[in-house]
């Protein structure tokens, strides 16, 4: 249904310390208790999920490997009889069409935004992160892309693969070229 940028960070980072630097970028997190992802972490980690209310369709983060058309190809004919399968009311599902057309608007803009090489969402990542490895008692701090076709807390998912990446090396192209379900665990050492 969308695509949604989560991550990890040191349980001994209060979430809402983190949510005082996020707040300086726009940014905001909750904790995810996903049973199924928080298997596959240490356990003194935290699985958190941005918490903006919307969803991170048209993200730079992981653009060069996005199906750049995504929303457009999926078939909406077959998400809605999914969902008239599942009871949904026909008012949730012009809700879902309206997010899914925003959902369009902002991978096109994400697009025109890309062939500029502009990115400067992923500029506002690599600040946040450099201040939370910095000023923070974080080892770590962890993004992941995933495109959830259920919800956040129950979605069953394997992380592909966890690459670990010297904040010092961080760069926009890392993370335009992020895999989804690969966890980048970028720390300060």
């Given at each position: 249904?969308?695509?949604?940028?989560?991550?990890?960070?040191?349980?001994?980072?209060?979430?809402?310390?983190?949510?005082?630097?996020?707040?300086?970028?726009?940014?905001?997190?909750?904790?995810?208790n996903?049973?199924?992802?928080?298997?596959?972490i240490?356990?003194?980690?935290n699985?958190?999920?941005?918490?903006?209310?919307?969803?991170?369709?048209?993200t730079?983060?992981?653009?060069?490997?996005?199906?750049?058309?995504?929303?457009?190809?999926?078939?909406?004919?077959?998400?809605l009889?999914?969902?008239?399968?599942?009871?949904?009311?026909e008012?949730?599902?012009?809700?879902?069409?309206a997010?899914?057309?925003?959902?369009?608007?902002?991978?096109?803009?994400?697009?025109?935004?890309?062939?500029?090489?502009e990115?400067?969402?992923?500029?506002?990542?690599?600040?946040?992160i450099?201040?939370?490895?910095?000023?923070?008692?974080?080892?770590?701090?962890?993004?992941?892309?995933?495109?959830?076709?259920?919800?956040?807390?129950?979605?069953?998912?394997?992380?592909?693969?966890?690459?670990?990446?010297?904040?010092?090396?961080?760069?926009?192209?890392?993370?335009?070229?992020?895999?989804?379900?690969?966890?980048?665990?970028?720390?300060?050492?």
């Open positions: 249904m969308c695509h949604f940028i989560s991550g990890i960070i040191d349980k001994k980072v209060p979430i809402k310390e983190l949510n005082s630097v996020a707040k300086q970028f726009g940014l905001a997190f909750n904790i995810c996903n049973k199924h992802i928080t298997d596959q240490d356990k003194n980690l699985y958190i999920i941005k918490s903006s209310g919307n969803c991170d369709c048209g730079d983060f992981g653009s060069a490997n996005i199906e750049k058309d995504i929303e457009i190809k999926r078939s909406k004919k077959k998400d009889e999914k969902f008239r399968k599942k009871g949904w009311s008012t949730k599902i012009k809700r879902w069409l997010e899914k057309d925003k959902s369009i608007k902002k991978v096109e803009r994400t697009n025109d935004l890309y062939k500029k090489d990115h400067a969402e992923l500029d506002t990542w690599i600040s946040f450099k201040i939370v490895l910095e000023k923070l008692d974080s080892d770590y701090f962890g993004m992941m892309l995933h495109w959830y076709t259920g919800g956040i807390d129950t979605e069953k998912f394997k992380i592909k693969q966890k690459s670990r990446i010297r904040l010092t090396n961080l760069d926009k192209e890392i993370l335009l070229e992020a895999n989804e379900d690969t966890l980048y665990l970028i720390d300060n050492k």
